[in-house]
């Protein structure tokens, strides 16, 4: 399998290295597309990649996976092109799904181009269950409580704070770089509207967690996941990464486990 990344910081690094020397998916990355003209050249010598700066060119490459590891904002520029380029695609900047008519747009791309899109479960769990829950409608509420310290969240402050509650949408639109979180489980779940969100600012916690709650008729969920960050971006959770490893490492498996 070869694999393509947007992006070149934090999650992009550590993918190169567990693919291309710890050899821990059955593939390589061959390509990744950036605009960082210090890292993608630093990128490129070390794991032994092409560095591209136009998206043209990157997708030209014969790749039958791109990881976008980028921004919100970027992977609105390029999540549909890599779908037009019949390549599958895996997103780890969820939020840039938060309008749902782009969602259907790409998601229609791909299903007429026989191409998959796979929202990994990032830095959270449950998903499963809310899918399960919701099979037949009987999800009733669904809320996550996102907890970072404040330097991550962009702000200073010496004691814990609620500093959002509302939706999955305004949270996401608040918070890009924090919740994706959110938008998965908005996605997974009840939608962008009716997703609770709340985020607290503690300058206690050396982890992120998020806890999340769901209630309906299959019963209820409360599941806490405590992340330890990644040692060059304090408010990614190594999870985060892992979840796209995964991603990578079960895509053509002949079983399945987990919804
Ligand atoms: N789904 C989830 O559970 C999680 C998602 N994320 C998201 O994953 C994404 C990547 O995270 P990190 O690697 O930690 O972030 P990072 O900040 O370390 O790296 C982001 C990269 O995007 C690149 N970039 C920005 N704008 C670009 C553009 N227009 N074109 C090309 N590249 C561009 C930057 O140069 C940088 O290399 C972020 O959006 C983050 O919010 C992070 C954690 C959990
Ligand atoms: O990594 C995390 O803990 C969550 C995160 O940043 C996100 O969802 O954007």
């Known amino acids: 399998m070869n694999i393509g990344i947007i992006g070149t910081g934090n999650i992009a690094a550590y993918l190169l290295e567990q693919i291309n020397l710890n050899h821990m998916v059955n ?5 990744v597309f950036g605009r960082n003209q210090k890292a993608g050249p ?12 136009d998206i043209q060119d990157f997708l030209e490459m014969p790749l039958d996976i791109v990881v976008e590891a980028s921004t919100v904002e970027a992977a609105g520029l390029y999540v549909k092109d890599v779908v037009s380029y019949k390549k599958d695609l895996v997103v780890s900047s969820i939020g840039v799904f938060k309008n ?15 191409t998959h899109i796979f929202l990994p479960s990032g830095a959270i769990g449950g998903l499963d269950v809310l899918q399960s829950a919701n099979a037949v409608g009987g999800l009733k509420k ?11 969240l962009g702000i200073e402050s010496e004691e814990e704070k609620v ?16 919740v994706n979180v959110a938008m998965t ?25 998020h806890t999340v709650e769901v209630v ?38 002949a079983l399945r486990i987990g919804n």
């Open 163 to 178: 500093i959002f509650e509302g939706s999955a949408y305004e949270a996401v639109e608040k918070f890009p770089k924090n």
């Open 185 to 209: 489980l908005a996605l997974a779940g009840i939608g962008v509207e009716q997703t609770e969100v709340r985020i607290i600012a503690d300058p206690a916690i050396r982890q992120n967690s």
């Open 100 to 114: 749902l008519d782009f969602l259907e747009q790409i998601k229609s791309l791909a299903e007429s181009l026989g």
């Open 142 to 152: 669904v809320r996550i409580t996102t907890r970072k310290s404040p330097a991550s």
């Open 42 to 53: 630093r990128l490129s010598e070390q794991f032994d990649v092409g560095f591209y700066t």
């Open 216 to 253: 309906g008729d299959f019963g209820q969920m409360e599941l806490k996941v405590e992340n330890n960050p990644m040692p060059n971006n304090p408010k990614t959770s190594l999870l985060a990464a892992l979840s796209i490893l995964n991603v990578l490492q079960n895509k053509d498996g």
């Open 27 to 31: 593939g390589k990355v061959i390509a």
